[in-house]
């Protein structure tokens, strides 16, 4: 498929720590983004969808901030090419600590739930880290389809964040349902620790590293879905010691299986069978934990391998339709050579496959 440039807007967004009605802000076009394909695909541009903002609400007792994105319009039985798109939206951390979790949800205008079936996509990036798999990326540090993954804090251990971080919001909607949703937003709450406050929050978390292990290898993530049963594989090295806590994976409809295997151990690290509707809806992909056991060793030189099976019942070809990521958190034997990865100023974005595209 022929691939096109194309510029993506940003807002950037100063949110203070408080408990203030923090509005955001339009940044100037400085901010602009270079993305590969993600918003381009076929010759054919998604519509902007317009006056989709970012909020992010501190909650400076609770610990928590709430981004919100919204308001978006979703006519019913609209694909993911035919829905206007949010533009890609910047959050700016507003704090040192960590992030310990996040948890998605999608609301009306009054509070009331919206079926998760509408999100196709949201992933977040941190512009000022390079992932520790795939260094042409930036760090993937939350994703959620369909499915809504809730993922939960892993007592001790968090994402270690700077204040003025920049974390890239790409969202992509979509409605294959009979029901239009007006005014919907998506709201993912996020709990944090201050690396330095209050004395209830002095032991200090050990860092984790989202762990992207894609069926793509290091390019971007969306691919063609054929018709009926298919099966899609790639490799990754690993470039230092650590273990992997947990994985659990990202499919879209009509996936049925992701498998992680490290080949230099000849090991099935997890198999993660799908639950998916009576029309191949993708419900949930289970997260196997290896906590317990102090995490799933990786040592420096492991290959791993990474599988994603689909069975597409719509009797055509899917464009873009696919992706296939096993994904964990990582825990590096020896954080201090991790800070390399830290991006002090603004990347020049690479051609190399970017963003997580559709
Ligand atoms: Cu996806």
Redesign the pocket.
């Given at each position: 498929m022929k691939r096109i440039l194309t510029i993506c807007g940003a807002i950037l967004l100063n949110a203070g720590i408080a408990f203030a009605q923090d509005k955001p802000v339009e940044a100037p076009h400085d901010m602009q983004h270079m993305h590969h394909g993600g918003f381009m695909q076929g010759g054919m541009h998604h519509a902007a969808a317009k006056g989709v903002v970012l909020d992010a609400k501190v909650d400076a007792a609770a610990h928590t901030v709430t981004l919100r994105v919204g308001p978006m319009n979703l006519p019913a039985n609209t694909s993911h090419m035919k829905m206007p798109q949010p533009p890609d939206l910047v959050w700016e951390v507003p704090m040192e600590g960590w992030l310990l979790a996040y948890h998605p949800r999608l609301v009306d205008a009054s509070g009331n739930a919206v079926p998760g079936t509408v999100l196709h996509?949201v992933a977040f990036w941190n512009e000022n880290r390079a992932d520790f798999l795939c260094p042409n990326k930036e760090e993937h540090i939350f994703g959620a389809?369909s499915e809504m993954t809730d993922w939960t804090e892993v007592p001790g251990y968090g994402y270690g964040v700077r204040k003025g971080d920049k974390i890239r919001i790409e969202t992509m909607m979509y409605n294959p349902t009979a029901t239009s949703y007006d005014k919907a937003y998506l709201e993912v709450a996020i709990p944090f620790q201050e690396a330095a406050g209050d004395a209830s929050a002095a032991t200090p978390r050990k860092n984790v590293y989202p762990a992207w292990m894609d069926v793509a290898s290091c390019g971007n993530?969306g691919y063609d879905l054929p018709a009926g049963k298919s099966e899609k594989a790639g490799t990754v090295t690993v470039k230092y010691d650590g273990v992997l806590l947990g994985v659990g994976g990202?499919l879209?409809d009509y996936g049925k299986q992701i498998v992680l295997e490290d080949v230099s151990r000849k090991e099935t690290v997890a198999t993660l069978d799908a639950k998916a509707d009576a029309e191949g809806h993708l419900e949930s992909v289970p997260v196997k934990l290896f906590v317990q056991e102090g995490g799933y060793k990786f040592a420096k030189g492991d290959v791993l391998k990474v599988s994603a099976t689909y069975d597409n019942s719509t009797g055509k070809l899917l464009r873009d339709g696919a992706?296939g990521i096993a994904v964990g958190y990582f825990v590096a034997a020896d954080d201090t050579k991790m800070a390399g990865l830290r991006r002090n100023s603004k990347p020049s974005h690479d051609m190399s496959g970017m963003s997580h595209d559709?």
């Amino acid at each position: 498929m022929k691939r096109i440039l194309t510029i993506c807007g940003a807002i950037l967004l100063n949110a203070g720590i408080a408990f203030a009605q923090d509005k955001p802000v339009e940044a100037p076009h400085d901010m602009q983004h270079m993305h590969h394909g993600g918003f381009m695909q076929g010759g054919m541009h998604h519509a902007a969808a317009k006056g989709v903002v970012l909020d992010a609400k501190v909650d400076a007792a609770a610990h928590t901030v709430t981004l919100r994105v919204g308001p978006m319009n979703l006519p019913a039985n609209t694909s993911h090419m035919k829905m206007p798109q949010p533009p890609d939206l910047v959050w700016e951390v507003p704090m040192e600590g960590w992030l310990l979790a996040y948890h998605p949800r999608l609301v009306d205008a009054s509070g009331n739930a919206v079926p998760g079936t509408v999100l196709h996509h949201v992933a977040f990036w941190n512009e000022n880290r390079a992932d520790f798999l795939c260094p042409n990326k930036e760090e993937h540090i939350f994703g959620a389809g369909s499915e809504m993954t809730d993922w939960t804090e892993v007592p001790g251990y968090g994402y270690g964040v700077r204040k003025g971080d920049k974390i890239r919001i790409e969202t992509m909607m979509y409605n294959p349902t009979a029901t239009s949703y007006d005014k919907a937003y998506l709201e993912v709450a996020i709990p944090f620790q201050e690396a330095a406050g209050d004395a209830s929050a002095a032991t200090p978390r050990k860092n984790v590293y989202p762990a992207w292990m894609d069926v793509a290898s290091c390019g971007n993530s969306g691919y063609d879905l054929p018709a009926g049963k298919s099966e899609k594989a790639g490799t990754v090295t690993v470039k230092y010691d650590g273990v992997l806590l947990g994985v659990g994976g990202h499919l879209h409809d009509y996936g049925k299986q992701i498998v992680l295997e490290d080949v230099s151990r000849k090991e099935t690290v997890a198999t993660l069978d799908a639950k998916a509707d009576a029309e191949g809806h993708l419900e949930s992909v289970p997260v196997k934990l290896f906590v317990q056991e102090g995490g799933y060793k990786f040592a420096k030189g492991d290959v791993l391998k990474v599988s994603a099976t689909y069975d597409n019942s719509t009797g055509k070809l899917l464009r873009d339709g696919a992706m296939g990521i096993a994904v964990g958190y990582f825990v590096a034997a020896d954080d201090t050579k991790m800070a390399g990865l830290r991006r002090n100023s603004k990347p020049s974005h690479d051609m190399s496959g970017m963003s997580h595209d559709h």
